[in-house]
Nanobody
Framework: QVQLVESGGGLVQPGGSLTLSCATSGFTLHYYAIGWFRQAPGKEREGVSFISSRNGSTYYADSVKGRFTISRDKNTVYLQMNSLKPDDTAVYYC?????????????????WGQGTQVTVSS
């Protein structure tokens, strides 16, 4: 049974940093496509960062490129977020899917965590 549990969200001042974690179980993470998404109030869910299951390559949305870093170890996915801005405020979700390749749209993912709130405010 695939399970994903996010943690690490919170309140941070503009310019600050947070690291989100997504603990996984019930499957072999290395063989799954991985994504971090976020959803702000009144907005659609948008992709933030991804890892391809084919070769481990990473991809970032333009809005976070140079500030966020996605990584993984055996059972956990991380999202290191630096230079945070108020526009980064959202609920952040991790997602995985057994499809081979790089998946960047939320409808491509079958498994989701419950989300963790990130608020960037002074």
């Amino acid at each position: 049974q695939v399970q994903l549990v996010e943690s690490g969200g919170g309140l941070v001042q503009p310019g600050g940093s947070l690291t989100l974690s997504c603990a996984t179980s019930g499957f072999t993470l290395h063989y799954y496509a991985i994504g971090w998404f976020r959803q702000a109030p009144g907005k659609e869910r948008e992709g933030v960062s991804f890892i391809s299951s084919r070769n481990g390559s990473t991809y970032y949305a333009d809005s976070v490129k140079g500030r966020f870093t996605i990584s993984r170890d055996k059972n956990t996915v991380y999202l290191q977020m630096n230079s945070l801005k108020p526009d980064d405020t959202a609920v952040y979700y991790c997602a995985v899917d057994p499809t081979r390749g790089l998946l960047i749209y939320p409808q491509e993912y079958d498994y989701w965590g419950q989300g963790t709130q990130v608020t960037v405010s002074s």
